[in-house]
């Protein structure tokens, strides 16, 4: 098992330490990085006197917008791959069944040279 060490990381002017396994220290400073820059931007969009409530709302809206998009492109890709594997299998049956009946019309030919 994971040791549990104390991550500290700065959000928006706001040093906060968080409890991780050590394997997921690196990963949650960058997903903590990831949500300062998100809501530095909207401060800097709406101005530094913003409620700091408002802009992690925004940012927490942000963010889930860019999951959802990538939820579903990852859907799509998904579904694309299916679609291609499926398409992939059909060809390669359809492949078989031609390459069976060349081999038993060549046999069937060669079977008639002989009588």
């Given at each position: 098992m994971d040791d549990i060490t104390i991550?500290?990381?700065?959000?928006?002017g706001r040093m906060l330490s968080i409890k991780s396994p050590e394997s997921n220290a690196e990963y949650l400073k960058?997903?903590?990085e990831?949500?300062?820059?998100?809501m530095n931007d909207?401060?800097?969009h709406y101005g530094p006197n913003y409620p700091r409530d408002t802009i992690a709302i925004l940012a927490c809206l942000n963010i889930a917008d860019l999951l959802k998009?990538?939820?579903a492109n990852n859907k799509a890709g998904k579904d694309t791959l299916l679609a291609?594997?499926?398409s992939i299998a059909s060809r390669s049956n359809?492949?078989?069944r031609l390459i069976d009946e060349t081999k038993e019309t060549k046999e069937s030919k060669?079977?008639?040279k002989e009588n």
């Amino acid at each position: 098992m994971d040791d549990i060490t104390i991550v500290e990381v700065n959000i928006y002017g706001r040093m906060l330490s968080i409890k991780s396994p050590e394997s997921n220290a690196e990963y949650l400073k960058e997903v903590a990085e990831f949500v300062n820059e998100s809501m530095n931007d909207i401060a800097e969009h709406y101005g530094p006197n913003y409620p700091r409530d408002t802009i992690a709302i925004l940012a927490c809206l942000n963010i889930a917008d860019l999951l959802k998009r990538e939820i579903a492109n990852n859907k799509a890709g998904k579904d694309t791959l299916l679609a291609l594997k499926e398409s992939i299998a059909s060809r390669s049956n359809e492949l078989i069944r031609l390459i069976d009946e060349t081999k038993e019309t060549k046999e069937s030919k060669e079977a008639n040279k002989e009588n």
